[in-house]
Nanobody, 124 residues
Framework: QVRLVEFGGGLVQAGGSLRLSCAAS????????MGWFRQAPGKEREFVGAISRTGLSFKYGDSVKGRFTISRDNAKNTMYLRMNSLKPEDTAVYYCAAGETGLVSEFRAEYDYWGQGTQVTVSS
């Protein structure tokens, strides 16, 4: 069973950047496709992006395309989310997730393990 911990959230001004990290332990990291989701107060959890086991395939949510970049380092058991040109509407708790099927998916049901989340707040 893989355990996931997110790091790097915080408060940033609109137009700024942040990089989130998701550290995995307890299993072979490269066995899992990975995803990022976010949830704002009163809203459903939203797909941000996903990356394949090898790091060669990606998928992004429409609201973050061109601004956010996912990457992973299997040697370090870590996935990253680089967020540029941040907007107040990006404010949310960001979660990383791991999927055993290996599908690069925007659907929450495809992911088996979740981190506890990290807060990102973008001020206007």
């Amino acid at each position: 069973q893989v355990r996931l911990v997110e790091f790097g959230g915080g408060l940033v001004q609109a137009g700024g950047s942040l990089r989130l990290s998701c550290a995995a332990s307890g299993a072979t990291f490269s066995d899992y496709a990975m995803g990022w989701f976010r949830q704002a107060p009163g809203k459903e959890r939203e797909f941000v992006g996903a990356i394949s086991r090898t790091g060669l395939s990606f998928k992004y949510g429409d609201s973050v395309k061109g601004r956010f970049t996912i990457s992973r380092d299997n040697a370090k058991n870590t996935m990253y989310l680089r967020m540029n040109s941040l907007k107040p509407e990006d404010t949310a708790v960001y979660y990383c997730a791991a999927g055993e099927t290996g599908l690069v998916s925007e659907f929450r049901a495809e992911y088996d393990y979740w981190g506890q989340g990290t807060q990102v707040t973008v001020s206007s």
